[in-house]
Protein backbone atom coordinates (compact mmCIF):
# COMPACT_ATOMS: atom_id res chain seq x y z
CA UNK A 1 0.00 0.00 0.00
CA UNK A 2 1.81 2.78 -0.96
CA UNK A 3 1.15 5.90 1.56
CA UNK A 4 2.86 9.31 1.50
CA UNK A 5 3.24 10.93 4.96
CA UNK A 6 4.36 14.48 5.45
CA UNK A 7 5.79 16.40 8.56
CA UNK A 8 7.49 19.77 9.56
CA UNK A 9 4.95 22.21 9.40
CA UNK A 10 4.16 24.47 12.00
CA UNK A 11 3.76 27.96 12.75
CA UNK A 12 6.38 30.71 11.76
CA UNK A 13 7.05 34.60 11.93
CA UNK A 14 7.58 36.19 8.20
CA UNK A 15 10.97 35.62 7.39
CA UNK A 16 11.37 32.36 9.07
CA UNK A 17 12.65 28.76 8.09
CA UNK A 18 10.58 25.37 7.89
CA UNK A 19 11.57 22.37 6.42
CA UNK A 20 9.01 19.86 4.98
CA UNK A 21 9.63 16.34 4.85
CA UNK A 22 7.40 13.87 3.14
CA UNK A 23 8.48 9.69 3.57
CA UNK A 24 6.84 7.62 1.18
CA UNK A 25 6.28 3.62 1.57
CA UNK A 26 4.72 0.96 0.06
CA UNK A 27 6.97 0.61 -3.02
CA UNK A 28 10.28 1.85 -4.83
CA UNK A 29 10.07 5.30 -5.37
CA UNK A 30 13.48 6.69 -6.26
CA UNK A 31 12.52 6.07 -9.68
CA UNK A 32 9.74 8.52 -10.04
CA UNK A 33 9.26 11.88 -10.03
CA UNK A 34 7.70 13.93 -6.70
CA UNK A 35 6.41 17.41 -5.79
CA UNK A 36 4.79 19.49 -4.03
CA UNK A 37 1.91 21.30 -3.92
CA UNK A 38 -0.29 23.88 -1.63
CA UNK A 39 -3.47 24.84 -1.58
CA UNK A 40 -4.69 27.90 0.34
CA UNK A 41 -8.14 28.39 2.17
CA UNK A 42 -10.92 28.98 -0.71
CA UNK A 43 -8.18 28.68 -3.33
CA UNK A 44 -7.40 25.76 -5.56
CA UNK A 45 -4.27 23.25 -5.20
CA UNK A 46 -0.74 25.54 -7.05
CA UNK A 47 1.97 23.39 -7.95
CA UNK A 48 5.71 24.28 -5.70
CA UNK A 49 8.38 22.23 -7.22
CA UNK A 50 9.16 18.60 -8.19
CA UNK A 51 12.02 17.10 -8.73
CA UNK A 52 13.02 14.07 -10.88
CA UNK A 53 14.03 10.87 -10.21
CA UNK A 54 17.86 11.84 -10.21
CA UNK A 55 17.52 15.43 -9.34
CA UNK A 56 17.59 17.00 -12.46
CA UNK A 57 16.90 20.50 -12.57
CA UNK A 58 13.68 21.00 -10.34
CA UNK A 59 10.99 23.27 -11.65
CA UNK A 60 9.55 25.74 -9.03
CA UNK A 61 6.65 27.94 -9.26
CA UNK A 62 7.83 31.83 -9.65
CA UNK A 63 6.53 32.48 -6.34
CA UNK A 64 8.76 30.38 -4.78
CA UNK A 65 12.15 30.82 -6.80
CA UNK A 66 14.99 31.65 -4.75
CA UNK A 67 13.32 30.81 -1.15
CA UNK A 68 12.63 27.48 -1.51
CA UNK A 69 14.43 24.29 -2.17
CA UNK A 70 13.68 20.40 -2.89
CA UNK A 71 15.89 17.66 -2.99
CA UNK A 72 15.39 14.11 -2.17
CA UNK A 73 17.17 10.99 -0.46
CA UNK A 74 16.65 8.29 -2.78
CA UNK A 75 17.70 5.73 -0.44
CA UNK A 76 15.40 6.91 2.29
CA UNK A 77 12.06 7.36 0.46
CA UNK A 78 12.25 10.78 1.42
CA UNK A 79 11.25 14.31 -0.30
CA UNK A 80 12.33 17.45 1.43
CA UNK A 81 11.09 20.96 1.13
CA UNK A 82 13.35 23.59 2.81
CA UNK A 83 11.49 26.90 2.92
CA UNK A 84 13.18 30.47 3.20
CA UNK A 85 11.95 33.87 3.81
CA UNK A 86 8.59 32.26 4.27
CA UNK A 87 5.77 35.33 3.66
CA UNK A 88 2.36 35.39 5.25
CA UNK A 89 1.10 34.59 1.61
CA UNK A 90 2.92 31.06 1.87
CA UNK A 91 -0.02 29.59 3.97
CA UNK A 92 -1.43 26.57 3.26
CA UNK A 93 -1.78 23.04 3.47
CA UNK A 94 1.31 21.60 2.00
CA UNK A 95 1.06 18.37 -0.15
CA UNK A 96 3.58 15.41 -1.15
CA UNK A 97 2.63 14.12 -4.24
CA UNK A 98 4.64 11.16 -6.24
CA UNK A 99 4.18 10.75 -10.22
CA UNK A 100 3.94 6.80 -10.27
CA UNK A 101 3.40 6.47 -13.63
CA UNK A 102 6.82 6.49 -15.85
CA UNK A 103 9.61 5.89 -14.33
CA UNK A 104 13.09 7.15 -14.94
CA UNK A 105 10.84 9.96 -16.68
CA UNK A 106 12.95 12.78 -18.53
CA UNK A 107 10.50 15.85 -17.94
CA UNK A 108 9.17 16.51 -14.29
CA UNK A 109 5.70 17.39 -14.74
CA UNK A 110 3.71 20.27 -12.65
CA UNK A 111 0.11 19.49 -13.22
CA UNK A 112 -1.76 18.21 -10.35
CA UNK A 113 -3.37 15.93 -12.65
CA UNK A 114 0.03 13.97 -13.11
CA UNK A 115 0.52 12.96 -9.87
CA UNK A 116 -0.99 9.94 -8.83
CA UNK A 117 -0.34 9.08 -5.08
CA UNK A 118 -0.84 11.74 -2.46
CA UNK A 119 -0.13 12.56 1.00
CA UNK A 120 -2.45 13.94 4.00
CA UNK A 121 -1.23 17.38 3.69
CA UNK A 122 0.86 19.39 6.43
CA UNK A 123 -0.10 22.76 7.40
CA UNK A 124 2.47 25.74 7.25
CA UNK A 125 0.92 29.18 8.88
CA UNK A 126 3.22 32.28 8.84
CA UNK A 127 2.33 34.97 10.82
CA UNK A 128 3.30 38.63 9.94
Known amino acids: QVQLVESGGGLVQAGGSLRLSCAAS????????MGWFRQAPGKEREFVAA????????PYADFVKGRFTISRDRAKNTVYLQMNSLKPEDTAVYYC?????????????????????WGQGTQVTVSS
Open 97 to 117: AADLTTPYAAVVLTRHEAYDY
Open 26 to 33: GRTFSTYA
Open 51 to 58: ISWNGGIP
